[in-house]
C-alpha cells in the first residue's frame, strides 16, 4: 500500500526567508500525482501544486514550487518570501492516477510564519 | 467557478439525533468524494461516487453512516442516529477523473460536533 511521510509536525519561518518541507512516499509505481495541499485555520483544504511523476521538470506555482526526486521518492515543497498568509498546515498527497481514485495524505507538517 | 459548496459549515446536535450534511460538487465534475478529518486519524475517504453512483464506500464507519448522490450536482451524507465519536470535520472534494486532471477540490466543509 501506498504510504506518505511527512516527517516535521511543525516548522516556523521568518516572514520573507525561504522554507522547504519535507515529503516521501512509498509507492511500486512508476507513474502517479503528488500534490500539496494547504489548510488554513479557516478550515478549507487548497491545492498548492502539483507533480506528475513522469515530468522530469519540477512544479512551480509563483512562490511555490517542488524538488521532486523520484528516485528517492521525495517529494518537498518550498515556499520562497514566506508571508503570515502561508501560516497553515500542509499536507503531501500522493495518487497512483488510473482506476486508483485514492488520494493517500500524509499527517501534515504545521507551517508558522512569524512577523 | 463557485467551487464546491458545502452545507452547514457548523452543526451541532445531540448524541442519536440524524445529522444531513449537502455537498455541490464543482459544475462538470464526475468524481466526488466524502472525507473525515479528525486529529486522531487525520483525513480518511468515506465514500467516492463516480457519476453518481457509489464505488467504493469502504470507508464509511457503520451502518448509521449512508450517502446519496442523486444527480450531477448535489450530494448528502447522512448520520443516523449520531454518536459524539462522529465529531468531526467532513469535507466533500470532486475531480474531473479519467479526463487527464487528477486535481481534487475541496470544499470548506462542515464541522460536526456531537454532544
Known amino acids: 500500500a501506498q504510504t506518505v511521510t511527512q516527517s516535521q509536525p511543525e516548522m516556523s519561518v521568518q516572514e520573507a526567508e525561504t522554507v522547504t518541507l519535507s515529503c516521501t512516499y512509498d509507492?511500486?509505481?512508476?507513474?502517479?500525482?503528488l500534490f500539496w495541499y494547504k489548510q488554513p485555520p479557516s478550515r478549507q483544504m487548497i491545492l498548492v501544486i502539483r507533480?506528475?511523476?513522469?515530468?522530469?521538470q519540477n512544479a512551480t506555482e509563483n512562490r511555490f514550487s517542488v524538488n521532486f526526486q523520484k528516485a528517492a521518492k521525495s517529494f518537498s515543497l518550498k515556499i520562497s518570501d514566506s508571508q503570515l498568509g502561508d501560516t497553515a498546515m500542509y499536507f503531501c498527497a500522493y495518487n497512483s492516477g488510473g482506476s486508483n481514485y485514492k488520494l493517500t495524505f500524509g499527517k501534515g507538517t504545521l507551517l508558522t510564519v512569524n512577523p | 467557478d463557485a467551487g464546491v459548496i458545502q452545507s452547514p459549515r457548523h452543526e451541532v446536535t445531540e448524541m442519536g439525533q440524524e445529522v444531513t450534511l449537502r455537498c455541490k460538487p464543482i459544475s462538470g465534475h464526475n468524481s466526488l468524494f466524502w472525507y473525515r478529518q479528525t486529529m486522531m486519524r487525520g483525513l480518511e475517504l468515506l465514500i467516492y461516487?463516480?457519476?453518481?453512483?457509489?464505488?467504493?464506500d469502504s470507508g464509511m464507519p457503520e451502518d448509521r453512516f449512508s450517502a446519496k448522490m442523486p444527480n450531477a450536482s448535489f450530494s448528502t451524507l447522512k448520520i443516523q442516529p449520531s454518536e459524539p465519536r462522529d465529531s468531526a470535520v467532513y469535507f466533500c472534494?470532486?475531480?474531473?477523473?479519467?479526463?487527464?486532471?487528477?486535481?481534487?477540490?475541496f470544499g470548506s466543509g462542515t464541522q460536526l460536533s456531537v454532544l
Open positions: 507533480q506528475e511523476a513522469y515530468k522530469q
Open positions: 472534494a470532486s475531480s474531473r477523473r479519467g479526463q487527464g486532471d487528477e486535481k481534487l477540490f
Open positions: 509507492t511500486s509505481e512508476s507513474n502517479y500525482y
Open positions: 461516487f463516480n457519476n453518481n453512483v457509489p464505488i467504493d
